[in-house]
T-cell receptor, first 115, second 110 residues
Framework: EAGVAQSPRYKIIEKRQSVAFWCNPISGHATLYWYQQILGQGPKLLIQFQNNGVVDDSQLPKDRFSAERLKGVDSTLKIQPAKLEDSAVYLCASSLGGSRKETQYFGPGTRLLVL | EDQVTQSPEALRLQEGESSSLNCSYT??????LFWYRQDPGKGPEFLFT???AGEEKEKERLKATLTKKESFLHITAPKPEDSATYLC???????????FGAGTRLAVHP
């Protein structure tokens, strides 16, 4: 079974530029998550989708971050404009979407460096 | 506020030297505690889920246990390939939201 796919794997941009990350979840998984992992810290949830609807975006900096999952499958996370403190690994995860005790499976992440 | 604290931050072991990693948590109504392994440059890899105090899970050299306030990941006779960061997380409110600790960086030397 194919895992969670993410691209690009690495991205280097200058501050105030924009960037977009793509995620394709495990086939059949209804719930998709975007996490931010700053060096030396654990992942922090940014946004959670159930099919194509947002379930939780309470920690998403909405003035600069946006995300969409238009057809309930793959998803895009965008940062515009980027700040130095956005340098982090952006992880996408997915789960089946049927219960509150589900395991989340993670992709390899996109490493973003903002200069 | 729900919180997860892992200790130690880093641990260096000799091959074969058993030890334990700690994950203490405060959460209103535990609905699941998860252990993940993360290798450098990769995403977290699922290891175990524990749901109730007294529960134990084992996989190869790893054994996870759970009490009402903390979880332990016991590593028996570790090998260099067990070197990684081990992350602990709990379900917190909402729908399937995970709160992660900062992780324990384990290095096992031959």
């Amino acid at each position: 079974e194919a895992g969670v796919a993410q691209s690009p794997r690495y991205k280097i941009i200058e501050k105030r530029q924009s960037v977009a990350f793509w995620c394709n979840p495990i086939s059949g998984h209804a719930t998709l998550y975007w996490y931010q992992q700053i060096l030396g810290q654990g992942p922090k949830l940014l946004i959670q989708f159930q099919n194509n609807g947002v379930v939780d975006d309470s920690q998403l900096p909405k003035d600069r971050f946006s995300a969409e999952r238009l057809k309930g499958v793959d998803s895009t996370l965008k940062i515009q404009p980027a700040k130095l403190e956005d340098s982090a690994v952006y992880l996408c995860a997915s789960s089946l979407g049927g219960s509150r005790k589900e395991t989340q499976y993670f992709g390899p992440g996109t490493r973003l460096l903002v200069l | 506020e729900d919180q997860v604290t892992q200790s130690p931050e880093a641990l260096r072991l000799q091959e074969g030297e058993s030890s334990s990693l700690n994950c203490s948590y405060t959460v209103s109504g535990l609905r699941g505690l998860f252990w993940y392994r993360q290798d450098p440059g990769k995403g977290p890899e699922f290891l175990f889920t524990l749901y109730s105090a007294g529960e134990e899970k084992e996989k190869e050299r790893l054994k996870a246990t759970l009490t009402k306030k903390e979880s332990f990941l016991h590593i028996t006779a570790p090998k260099p390939e067990d070197s990684a960061t081990y992350l602990c997380a709990v379900h917190s409110g909402g729908y399937n939201k995970l709160i992660f600790g900062a992780g324990t960086r384990l290095a096992v030397h031959p």
